[in-house]
């Protein structure tokens, strides 16, 4: 792990080393005696320095953990698992809740579903949300499923129920389980809106309701020991966080899912992470300087690096 945090580091140096001059940049960025880092505040040349004592309140979707792991390490010079309790994320929807209720200060997250949107609006709450990094939302199958691709219209139909047998999409003669996740889940608010679109998606059974990502991935994995299940999950979830082991992700009207084809827009189903804060939050104040160190240059490698598909074209 020591040798990770070191590797980190390492990353943020020799960017730092490469970038212009700290008079023509947002913020700057050196190593610190104790292996933290400084950072100038926007339009100050005053240093500050994360401790655990001004870290911001980290929440946020279930795949940004690992993010948030390497963001708090670097900054506060500690090892990942030294800064667990730093990155205890409660979930998309409920952990904008917990911005919006105060138990939050910065948000790493999906998109929230719109009963989040409402209940912004009827709190009368304000919240700055720009995208750090791009997601997409990919469709896994059993590995020994022969099907490697399907079209947005054959998934639509799967989940409408109208197309109900792997043979009418070139597979076996199995019959076709979908599951979903729960009505809040980031990913659910994700393929009702890329996906589904005007399309109803059907009413599953119950046991096809998945409450978190692992346990879609698992249920689709081992489904009744057959090759009928597809599920859905976010492609940094599936591909960096080896979830995906004993299933196939699925190309898409031909497009694989992957870093080029999601940075370049082919591959169609995407959505932006986000990093989210109130617009209550002072110019300056610890939570400022993060949300606008994870969009500058340093921020962009070290979210390339941890394998998410960076919005600037960052070296990893």
């Not at 994360?50 to 279930?62: A, E, I, K, Q």
């Not at 730093?86 to 919006?100: D, H, V």
Request: aromatic share 8%; charged share 20%; hydrophobic share 40%.
């Amino acid at each position: 792990m020591k040798h990770a945090l070191a590797a980190l580091l390492a990353v943020l140096m020799l960017l730092l080393a490469a970038c212009v001059p700290a008079a023509q940049t947002e913020e700057t960025v050196s190593p610190a005696p104790s292996g933290t880092h400084t950072l100038a505040p926007q339009g100050t040349g005053e240093p500050f320095v994360f401790t655990r004592d001004n870290f911001p309140r980290l929440n946020g979707s279930t795949s940004a953990v690992p993010l948030a792991q390497a963001v708090a390490s670097v900054l506060l010079g500690e090892s990942r698992e030294e800064v667990a309790d730093l990155t205890s994320f409660s979930r998309t929807t409920a952990s904008y809740r917990a911005l919006m209720e105060g138990e939050s200060d910065l948000l790493l997250a999906a998109e929230p579903a719109q009963s989040v949107y409402d209940e912004k609006e009827e709190a009368g709450f304000e919240w700055v949300m720009e995208p750090f990094a791009t997601d997409a939302l990919v469709f896994v199958v059993n590995e020994d499923n022969p099907v490697d691709s399907l079209t947005a219209e054959q998934i639509r139909q799967i989940y409408a129920g109208e197309i109900t047998n792997w043979s009418q999409v070139g597979g076996d003669d199995v019959p076709i389980t979908p599951f979903q996740r729960n009505a809040e889940a980031g990913s659910q608010t994700l393929m009702l809106k890329l996906v589904m679109g005007d399309t109803p998606m059907m009413e599953p059974p119950t046991e096809q309701i998945v409450l978190s990502m692992e346990g879609l991935v698992d249920a689709v994995r081992g489904y009744d020991d057959d090759t009928g299940a597809i599920g859905y999950t976010v492609y940094y979830y599936a591909n960096d966080m080896n979830m995906a082991q004993g299933l196939k992700v699925l190309s898409v009207d031909g497009v694989a899912p992957g870093a080029d084809t999601i940075r370049s827009g082919e591959y169609p189903f995407l959505n932006p992470y986000y990093v989210v804060m109130s617009a209550q939050q002072e110019e300056g104040s610890p939570t400022d300087i993060l949300f606008h160190w994870l969009l500058g240059a340093e921020g962009q490698s070290l979210v390339a690096h941890e394998g998410y598909v960076s919005v600037l074209e960052a070296e990893p």
